[in-house]
């Protein structure tokens, strides 16, 4: 493959397709190149950031709207730079480094939670007109995408890094040595890794639908008001919905760091900067997460364009207003929505979504196939949903016999930690801030 | 450019898997592990196998490694063993020959396999080559190096799940079923019956789902990039 | 200076017996297995670099299958340990027996 990239750069191509085939630039690269990528980063490092200092505010002042308070109205005009007088009072606290903590790790957990999130957002088309030019703008001659990255699997490149998110949790609370942490950070990255399953099964529904795994081809083929919100039938959005929020560790499934359970969970030990960099985190990740919604299921950039000049402008202002319309909506499940238990939590992941998702994506697959081989649409559907319902009925069935035959797992454990993870201690065990030992001391026998 | 690339993973592979002999938490094994994990996709990205960088990442960075920690974590496996204290006599040092003799091994094979030009087929090659190629024609076409870039390129995905799908569907198949079997055994093995002495923490919320969710994400995807194939092949 | 093959090969190569070195001289299980994934990583790699070389994706449908059996034995592995560390927390390699008759 080396001469055919050669063959890349001899040509000199677009950048655009570049970008595409040449993720690495191994065919050599331009001064222009560098710049334009440099420029996009600093962009989209500036956008994510300011769109998460907006975030916070809006959540606060929406909550409170809600709640039939005020909100946040001293620190500027309707309260808006109380985000800024956080950020600055958490930056003047002291930096706290436990002294039962592992160092290294204690330290790197809150980037291995805060780079994913940037990472996730390089993929994402922020604007472009898709209606003539597919999404392509022309800077100093160079044609280029408005995106900071599209390979050519960019939708595994965002399963990847919600799978590296994992990291930031786990370890931020196995390495702050202490109890409660530490049981919050097992909780959520189980919660994390089973809603994982579920994402990727509604995200395979688009990617179906689309017929290629690069954002840039998912939002080109929404153009003309055939988003994939319809074309895939509701269910994979309603089903993305929900496990963006538990991945997300949102309110209704926000358990594991709920105060009254478990204090702060996995980021209880951390304070000033490095909580700072947590809470950013997370709020990041809200963005991106609701990014991606907008790319995979509401068309991205696409929109009426209503200017010839700067007809790029409009793609970047409808991505907005539908990552608004997003970041609202996660915003009112916080205000509205009770906190779910955790074992109705892992019973709704593994009972429901998964096999939900994976049966739609079966009834998608065979109407796409239908459609090719020109049968008759009625009967595949008839059909295939008939196999649908069949299917969810025998999985009831074995639910239910599995439920008349408890083993101990499903029993609640002796201090009321309900569901299947009522631990039960061993005995021996000293010195090590396992989990196993972690419960004896919560169960007053130590 | 490609040689930069090249040194800075071949350096963080190393590294890594030197950190995760050296290391004495298993912890930092694991972390170190991770690195190499990184390491190796980026190095299938410049190999154009960017599918398998993404599903290395998904599946094994995301997935098993945080198996590990699971157990890890669960169970307080931080007595570092005392690396200094030999239980076999001598096993040091065979083990550094056993390791050294491999790598002279390999270096060995791949010089007289290439024998000067380092690409290329060469004569111990060419009968696996054309009875490999024989099978999978279109897609392999679009690899070989005179391809001028004015074709089309199928992408690296719809390659892979074309061969996956016709040529190896049995091997796919049957480690789907081994997948299956793999999750209903680790929840056999983990779980406590009723009336077994309650002298353990289990581990089946945990491990449970690590798995499936490897074993679907692994699955997964390739399942829809064959889909999406033959969809856009007849449209 | 171009990278060629060889060099993932050598590569590979370095990868696998720095993983078999471990293998043979750690005695914590969970350290032994991430040898065997250091190895099988080397393998991967192996695979992914002779496929391009001769242009054929086969090498990349071995890689996706080997991924899929490691994480499978993986799986199976960590339960046999768990099982192991119920009775012992302090198993190494050798108590591995225990588990017999």
Redesign the interface.
Known sequence: MTSALALVSATAPAPAAVFAVDPLFLGGVGLEEVIIVAIKVVAAFTLLLLSVVFMIWFERKLISDMQNRIGPNVAGPFGVLQTLADGLKLFFKEDLLPAQSRRLVFKLAPYLSLVPAFITFAVVPVGGNFHDKQGVVSWWGNPTHLQVADPPVGVLLILAMSSVAVYGIMLAGWSSGSKYPLLGSVRASAQVVSYEAALGLSFLSVILVAGSLSTHEIVSTQTTYNWNLWVTGFVPFVIFMISATAELNRPPFDLVEAEQELVGGFHTEYSSLRFSLFYLAEFMNVVTMSAIIVTLFLGGPNGPILTDTADWVWGVLWFLVKLFVLLFTFVWFRATLPRMRYDQLMDLGWKVLIPFSLGWLLVLAAVDLGDDRDWNPAAVVAVSVGVFVVAMGLLQMAIRAGRQAPDIDDMAGPDGLAGPDGFVGTDGLAGADSLAETHMELEGRN | ???V??IAC?VI??TG??G??VANN??????M??A??FG?A???????????????????????V??????????????S?NLRVE?IAG??P???A???S??AL??II??VA?GGS??G?QAA?EP??DS??VH?TS??EA???????GEE?F???E??GR??FT??VW??EI?AV??T???V??IA??????G?E??????????A?????????????????A??A???E?? | MEVTTAWYLILGGVLFSIGSFGLLVRRNPLVMFMCVELMLNAVNLTFVAFGRDLGDIGGQAAVFFVLVVAATEVVIGLAIVVAVMRRQPDATADDISMLSG
């Open positions: 450019m490609e040689v690339v090249f071949a592979c190393v898997a030197i995760v002999v298993p912890v930092h094994s694991a972390l592990l991770v190499t994990l190796v980026v190095l299938f990205l410049t190999m154009d196998a960017q599918f398998l960088a993404a599903v290395q990442i998904i599946v094994y960075a995301g997935a098993i945080v198996l590990f920690l699971f157990v890890i974590m669960l169970f307080g496996v931080y007595r063993e239980p096993q040091r065979l083990s550094i056993v390791a050294v491999t790598l390999a270096v791949v010089a290439t380092p690409t087929q090659t696996l080559v490999v190629t999978s897609a392999t690899l070989t190096d005179n391809q001028p870039i390129i992408p690296n995905v390659q892979l061969v996956i040529d190896y091997a796919f480690t081994l997948l079997i793999a999750v055994g680790a093995l983990a779980r406590r019956q009723r077994e309650e002298s353990a923490a289990p581990v089946s919320p945990a491990a789902p690590a798995p499936a969710a490897a074993a679907s994400a692994a699955s997964a995807p390739i399942g829809s990039a889909a999406s033959t969809h856009t007849e449209a």
